[in-house]
């Protein structure tokens, strides 16, 4: 593999919850190969476990588990979660069974408990909640204009659970209860998922050059806000709301291209070099992508990978599957070619102990320390030698933290901070 041509290499998707393990470790395994637009099979999405660690976007979407049901507010009873898993139905039940706990705390247990801290107002986001001590707690969704003065929040504090819109933060009253009697807490096991909104951090080589180039998805506008080598910028629109961005050399040109896949439809749409569409039919919904050159072919290859199982699914040049088990539940997907062989190699990034578990041509394991609880991967040849690098977004400033071969830092401010 060429040096310009060292790409990707992460699709940064996750609404998973990041949980600590350890990598398993097998021999890819080749399947009998599937028609090029065939879909494979489908897979259970993938859930946080009971009192582990768990995105906000997957607390948002167990919130709106109950919405809708017109159940009664009852402090006495019960009602389970999509798992089957039983919380109380009231407002400190509704909380509990959306972080998914292990069981219903009340008011003053949620502000106790060892796992919440407070934070400031200005810093709420996504899952986080509002917490009277001893009489009520509702569940942040959004702020509803960039001034953060209104915002949206769940409650069951009355029959049934509500979704509650344009609230403003300095009301006299928030669903019922004094503003002055609220704290803004936040649950220490809540994480950043790629899909909670905002700009989705990629990489690869855009103009050919040396070294791979940084970028984002935003999903908001369907652009691809891509950095090149001189620091300029290159606005792409190539995709919708609800794609997950993928790049790689999909033409096997001098430059590296973008992609989406499209979970609803289990499809790829990659752009080629002369802005034409092609479109591949492999992954279904709850599939994390991946892209990178998987046989040592002239071009590269799509992938996805299934958090349900722990497994990848190649996509070859001739259209064959190959299975490669490694990560688990939580992790997050990248490629690269970490070892500097014919072909490229995959590997997750594991939020939970901000670890990179990269698996060699061999099979073995390589782990880098890099990043932390909330940042999301990227991987490309950053400094233009050697096998590639890799290296985190962090949403909350707006920094990619890139890993050159000596294993310094370089810094570079690109995309909006959520």
């Known amino acids: 593999m060429s040096m310009k041509r060292s790409v990707v290499r992460s699709a940064a998707?996750?609404?998973?919850?990041?949980?600590?393990?350890?990598?398993?470790?097998?021999?890819?395994?080749?399947?009998?190969?599937?028609?090029?637009?065939?879909?494979?099979?489908?897979?259970?999405?993938?859930?946080?476990?009971?009192?582990?660690?768990?995105?906000?976007?997957e607390i948002i979407e167990r919130a709106k588990y109950w919405l809708g049901k017109n159940l009664t507010y009852n402090q006495g009873g019960s009602?389970?979660?999509?798992?089957?898993k039983y919380y109380r139905t009231d407002c400190s039940g509704y909380v509990s069974m959306a972080w998914h706990l292990t069981s219903s705390l009340?008011?003053?247990?949620?502000?106790?408990s060892a796992d919440t801290y407070e934070i400031s107002r200005s810093q709420l986001k996504a899952g986080d909640v509002l917490n009277s001590y001893y009489d009520h707690v509702i569940l942040f969704d959004k702020w509803d204009d960039a001034a953060h003065t209104t915002f949206s929040y769940y409650s069951f504090g009355s029959t049934p659970v509500?979704?509650?819109t344009g609230m403003s933060i300095n009301a006299s009253t928030i669903d019922g209860h004094p503003n002055g009697d609220y704290k803004a807490l936040r649950y220490s096991k809540a994480v950043d998922g790629v899909t909670?909104?905002?700009d989705m951090p990629v990489a690869a080589n855009w103009d050919g050059g040396a070294a791979g180039n940084v970028g984002v998805f935003r999903p908001s506008t369907g652009e691809f806000h891509l950095r090149f080598d001189d620091g300029s910028l290159t606005k792409l629109s190539w995709g919708t709301q609800g794609d997950l961005p993928v790049a790689a050399n999909w033409d096997g040109g001098a430059a590296d291209n973008v992609g989406v896949f499209r979970p609803s439809t289990g499809e790829f749409h990659?752009?080629?070099?002369?802005?034409?569409?092609?479109?591949?039919?492999?992954?279904?919904?709850?599939d994390l992508p991946v892209a990178a050159n998987w046989d040592g072919g002239a071009a590269d290859n799509i992938g996805i990978w299934r958090p349900s199982t722990g497994e990848f699914h190649l996509r070859f040049?001739?259209?064959?599957?190959?299975?490669?088990?490694?990560?688990?539940?939580?992790?997050?997907?990248?490629?690269?070619?970490?070892?500097?062989?014919?072909a490229d190699n995959v590997g997750v990034f594991r939020p939970s102990t901000g670890e990179f578990h990269l698996r060699m041509d061999d099979g073995s394991l390589t782990k880098v320390y890099w990043g932390t609880q909330g940042d999301l991967p990227v991987s490309a040849n950053w400094d233009g030698s050697g096998p590639d690098n890799v290296g985190i977004w962090r949403p909350s400033t707006g920094e990619f933290h890139l890993r050159f071969d000596d294993g310094s830092l370089t810094k570079l401010f690109w995309g909006q901070p959520r």
């Open 196 to 198: 909670d909104g905002g």
């Open 162 to 164: 509500k979704h509650i």
């Open 270 to 286: 990659l752009r080629f070099d002369d802005g034409s569409l092609h479109k591949l039919d492999w992954g279904t919904q709850g």
């Open 106 to 112: 009340n008011t003053v247990g949620i502000a106790d």
């Open 317 to 342: 040049d001739d259209g064959s599957l190959h299975k490669i088990s490694w990560g688990t539940q939580g992790d997050i997907p990248v490629a690269g070619n970490w070892d500097g062989g014919a």
């Open 13 to 57: 998707a996750l609404a998973v919850a990041a949980l600590a393990g350890t990598a398993a470790v097998a021999t890819p395994a080749q399947a009998a190969a599937p028609a090029m637009t065939t879909t494979l099979a489908a897979a259970t999405v993938s859930s946080s476990t009971t009192g582990g660690t768990i995105t906000r976007n």
């Open 79 to 84: 009602y389970p979660d999509s798992d089957g």
